[in-house]
């Protein structure tokens, strides 16, 4: 299998948003994705970029029966991504905060999540940020196992997670 983990570049969103559907429907919640592509591409590359993102991208999508909405124009196929941002701990300073780590269905269990997640962590390392943070639903098995996995894991049971929508 020929995978290359790469930046994310604006012509990628598109597929990354079939896979975050993807990602709602496994989550139960098919009907809570409501941004639209143009919000999506505007809000990674635009004038005010409030995200970045690598994508697990592979060169022979037709030997795995892959969605068409994946295959990019030029005969690829995005297969899972990982879309982060930055916050800003007052106790900790710069942290990378993992919104989605997700790999299409079809090509889970294949050490994808491994080469996107460890690719994070270098690029923590390389801006020297303090951490990197995220949530798992508590049902989410298979995920809690993946990062149980990777030393110093803090999973803390101490904190709600609150939101407000508007």
Known sequence: MNIN??????????????LIKELAIYEKEPEA????LDHFEE???????????????????NE????EALYLPTGKAIIGFALYYIRYSTWKG????LEDLLITEKMRGKGLGK?????????????????MAWQVL??????????????GL???DEWLNCMINF
């Open 5 to 18: 983990i790469r930046k994310a570049v604006q012509s990628d969103c598109p597929a990354m948003l079939e």
């Open 33 to 36: 994705v409501t941004v639209t």
């Open 43 to 61: 809000s990674g590359f635009g004038e005010q970029q409030v995200w970045w993102a690598y994508v697990a991208e592979i060169s022979n999508p």
């Open 64 to 67: 795995f029966d892959l969605p």
């Open 94 to 97: 710069q942290r990378l905060y």
């Open 115 to 131: 080469l996107l997640f460890d690719q994070l962590i270098v690029e923590c390392k390389e801006k020297k940020y303090s951490g």
């Open 138 to 151: 508590d049902w989410n098995e298979p995920a809690i196992n993946f990062y149980k996995k990777y030393e």
């Open 154 to 156: 803090n999973m803390s």
